[in-house]
């Protein structure tokens, strides 16, 4: 009876704990605006978010342009920084991206078809831009990042009468020369890869270096926006506009506390479906840990070498087709070893599973809280994050691929959250030298940081589940849905 009450203790602190911690973040992301006024407009097909400093006076306009796999939610924090100084802005979803329906026309952005569909919508986002009635039209200007540092610089070359450019993350110096725009801000974070760093020294114009940060990060960082916002006052003749920018991390902050609250929260969940915990928590297999990661590393070898055969790499989503034919392949190869040899190491203590009743009503609810808990916090305060049209059926294959791996995972580690842990990582390093010898897009490297994160996530998510004994087919459904969201949803549509 006293462990019952500790129990019953215990589930009630993690529930405050993260009711507490996700109104905070609530908090946070609501504020992230500052006073500025937000209108989400679609414009030809092209999807635009407008940000209005206070007031009706004509202010100068800037135009926000995402990176490959970006949207225009995950530069939201320029449109408070901007406003904030006095400039109305204009961010947008490029093809393929966020909400916009139309696909891009290839997997690299870097085709004629792409480049051209890249510069039709800004074209659009700028002429919408030039007709607000509280935008100047003589005064535009145009920050981009990744990808989108190389569309907009290539536009401003294109228009002359674009005052000022700021270009974050510029992969490829050839769009401003041999005669780069009038003015040219760019900025590179100290931790991207030398190639980005590189380009930015080649290209003509100012260079800042912003100190502790790589390619995702740089958004982020308030030497950023500061800079940013410095460069285009000065481009405009405007003195320091006086009004403090809010912080670039606060919208972030809010998601990442409201995504450690759902993580929370999956605990007392777990315990209202199945009822009192029945296993352990997870135990290090030092003695196993070589066997494991030796199983995984042939089978992800394998995995690497056929993925880029497979049909799966004619669907439509840049990236996604590979990952699918990678994980399904890699899950495959590991539980045909399973199949031959058993588990590696001792079998887990008996424990006495969950009924098939609690099972029929865990599934959904489980199902529908891993969506819930991936998903609103990436929509609210990092990037788009609502599948539309193709992204659904897309959502599914990706979710399979990625279910196939972590049921092997189960398997072959006889659920220790810890081999599951080991498995994943060396699917990162499998992938991540996929990339580096072209057997897979060489972005890979850029959104691996962002993998290794959510495979993290999944094996937390099966630690918890574990502990209530569910099943490792439902372990594996429901942690690979964590991973697989936000990779359908930001990876852009093709075709």
């Known amino acids: ?48 978010d407008e940000v209005h400093p206070p007031g009706s006076a004509r202010h100068p306009g800037v135009v926000v342009a995402h990176g490959f796999a970006g949207s225009a939610r995950l530069m939201a924090q320029f449109g408070g920084s901007l406003a904030a100084r006095g400039y109305v802005v204009v961010l947008l979803d490029f093809s393929g991206h966020g909400a916009n329906r139309r696909p891009l026309p290839d997997s690299a952005a870097s085709t004629d078809s792409s480049t051209a569909a890249l510069q039709r919508d800004l074209d659009v986002a700028t002429a919408h831009l030039r007709q607000l009635p509280d935008v100047d039209p003589s005064k535009i200007a145009l920050v981009g990042h990744s990808m989108g540092a190389s569309a907009v610089t290539r536009y401003a070359v294109a228009h002359p009468e674009i005052a000022a450019t700021v270009a974050l993350s510029l992969p490829d110096a050839s769009t401003v020369l041999p005669e780069p ?92 479906v199945f009822g009192t915990a029945r296993g352990r928590w997870p135990r290090l297999m030092v003695a196993q840990l070589g ?102 059926w897309l959502l599914g294959l990706l979710w399979a691929g990625f279910a196939v791996l972590a049921y092997a995972a189960e398997r072959v580690t006889a659920g220790n959250s810890f081999g599951v842990l080991a498995v994943s990582a060396v699917a990162v390093v499998a992938l991540t030298g996929a990339a580096v010898v072209g057997l897979t897009f060489g972005f890979v490297l850029l959104i691996v940081p962002l993998l290794a994160v959510l495979l993290l996530w999944q094996a937390v998510w099966s630690a918890v589940l574990h502990r209530f004994s569910a099943p490792a087919w439902l372990i594996a459904i429901v942690g690979s849905l964590v991973v697989a969201w936000p990779l359908a949803t930001a990876l852009p549509i093709i075709g």
């Open 1 to 48: 009876m006293l462990n019952a009450a500790r129990s019953r203790f215990g589930v009630l602190v993690v529930t405050l704990l993260a009711v507490l911690v996700a109104v905070a973040g609530i908090w946070l992301l609501a504020g992230r605006s500052g006073e500025a006024t937000r209108k989400h407009v679609v414009v030809s097909g092209v999807p635009l």
């Open 181 to 272: 725009p009038a003015r040219l801000l760019l900025l590179v974070g100290a931790l991207e890869f030398p190639g980005f760093r590189a380009e930015a020294e080649r290209a003509a114009g100012r260079m800042v270096v912003v100190p502790g940060v790589e390619h995702i990060s740089i958004l982020y960082a308030p030497r950023t926006h500061r800079e940013t916002a410095a460069w285009l006052d000065e481009s405009f003749g405007r003195p320091a506009y006086g009004s403090a920018m809010p912080s670039p991390i606060r919208g972030i902050a809010g998601a990442a506390m409201l995504l450690l609250s759902l993580l929370a929260g999956l605990f007392p969940l777990a315990r209202l």
């Open 291 to 392: 066997g494991v990661l030796a199983v995984a590393a042939g089978a992800t070898a394998v995995a690497a070498l056929l993925a880029r055969l497979l049909p799966t790499n004619r669907l439509p989503l840049s990236i996604g087709g590979y990952l699918v034919g990678f994980t399904g392949v890699a899950g495959v190869v590991i539980l045909g070893y399973f199949r031959l040899r058993g588990p590696i190491g001792p079998d887990p203590a008996p424990v006495t599973p969950p009924g098939r009743l609690r099972l029929a009503l865990a599934t959904p609810l489980l199902i529908g809280y891993a969506a819930t808990a991936i998903a609103v916090p990436t929509h609210l305060g990092l990037t788009y994050a609502i599948p539309g049209g193709s992204r659904w």
